[in-house]
């Protein structure tokens, strides 16, 4: 079995074992498992005699790290067997192009994880309302008006742009801030631009729980991320800002029906992040599953379980395509 793991620039410009970071976990399991792996970035792919290709690097483990070669190889994407799409967002028009390369790849010789064509018709913050009994009251809209309705109805809100991730852009309005006009002004580029508005929530414990999805599998261990240091989201990835968590039978039961749909479209790796028991974020691009801190809290080995889950998923996957 041939992978190639799509990860961001930041990723291969410091490309070493990170225990921080997600690919580098599917990466390392897979090479402890005999799996040749490849690398490259959204920026490597294209399309030649209307075939999608990547300029890959060549992956190796040594002494319980592992690295890259130096060089690229042109490789056609279809020569892979599974190829993990997941450079981090904005979902902009580097992004979206990179995602059409796929289009140009047979999904019959190669499994896309998640798809690419799956992951531009599903929108992290916008299509949350798909499960309106599991998220909390929002708006999609760039009008100054109707946020500011919505902020006097629900007194507290949060703004949040629709293609960032890591909490890049999100802000916490008030109905008494006297800069909620520019705040709103900023968000949607003067009225130009779709954000989400939600309900704003967690008032008791703070920081939300995050619900690891494969495929149609959920996982009830799980974590809190506790917000920052004078802040109300979670922003910094230290051990001090994480909790041991487990998923009460409501989070189960709505992550499941989640990964139901989800799972019908081709979109197989998901991260839910829930305050007080409500779904506020559907992270389908490149979701983090916080493989040390689930380690160190639960005393498990979080990254062989998903890594085992994954590799089952995806190889009955392509064994029912035949």
């Known amino acids: 079995m041939k992978i190639l793991i799509v990860i961001d620039d930041l990723e291969l410009k410091y490309f070493e074992f990170n225990d921080l970071v997600t690919d580098f976990w599917f990466n390392k399991e897979y090479l402890e498992r005999g799996y040749e792996v490849e690398i490259c970035t959204k920026g490597g792919l294209f399309i030649k005699d209307n075939k999608g290709f990547a300029l890959c690097y060549n992956t190796f483990e040594k002494n319980g790290d592992i690295f890259h070669e130096e060089k690229s190889t042109e490789k056609l994407i279809e020569t892979f067997d599974i190829v993990y799409f997941r450079p981090d967002p904005p979902?902009?028009?580097?992004?979206?192009?990179?995602?059409?390369?796929?289009?140009?790849?047979?999904k019959k010789k190669t499994k896309i994880v998640n798809n690419t064509q799956a992951i531009l018709d599903f929108n992290e913050k916008l299509h949350g309302n798909y499960f309106p009994k599991y998220t909390p009251k929002n708006i999609i809209t760039a009008n100054m008006q109707l946020i500011k309705d919505?902020?006097?109805?629900?007194?507290?809100?949060?703004?949040?742009?629709?293609?960032r991730c890591f909490g890049s852009g999100i802000f916490y309005l008030s109905h008494e801030?006297?800069?909620i006009n520019s705040l709103i002004n900023n968000s949607t580029n003067n009225g130009k631009t779709l954000v989400c508005v939600q309900e704003y929530l967690g008032h008791g414990e703070g920081g939300d729980k995050r619900a690891f999805i494969i495929g149609n599998k959920v996982y009830r261990e799980s974590l809190r991320k506790l917000p920052g240091k004078d802040d109300f989201r979670f922003n910094?990835?230290?051990?001090?800002?994480?909790?041991?968590?487990?998923?009460?039978?409501?989070e189960y039961e709505a992550a499941k029906d989640i990964a139901k749909h989800l799972s019908k479209r081709g979109i197989y790796m998901v991260a839910?992040?829930?305050i007080d028991e409500k779904v506020?974020?559907?992270?389908?691009?490149?979701?983090?599953?916080f493989f040390r801190e689930m380690n160190?809290?639960?005393g498990i080995e979080f990254n062989k379980t998903v890594m085992e889950d994954l590799?089952?998923?995806?190889?009955?996957?392509?064994t029912a395509a035949l």
Do not use: Q
């Open 280 to 289: 506020t974020e559907i992270n389908v691009t490149s979701p983090c599953y």
């Open 236 to 250: 910094t990835h230290s051990d001090e800002f994480f909790r041991k968590e487990y998923l009460t039978d409501f």
């Open 311 to 318: 590799i089952n998923l995806t190889e009955n996957e392509m």
């Open 296 to 298: 160190r809290l639960h």
């Open 177 to 179: 801030d006297k800069n």
């Open 150 to 163: 919505f902020v006097n109805v629900n007194g507290e809100a949060i703004i949040k742009p629709l293609n």
């Open 91 to 106: 979902v902009d028009t580097d992004y979206i192009n990179a995602c059409f390369v796929f289009d140009f790849v047979d």
């Open 272 to 274: 839910l992040d829930l």
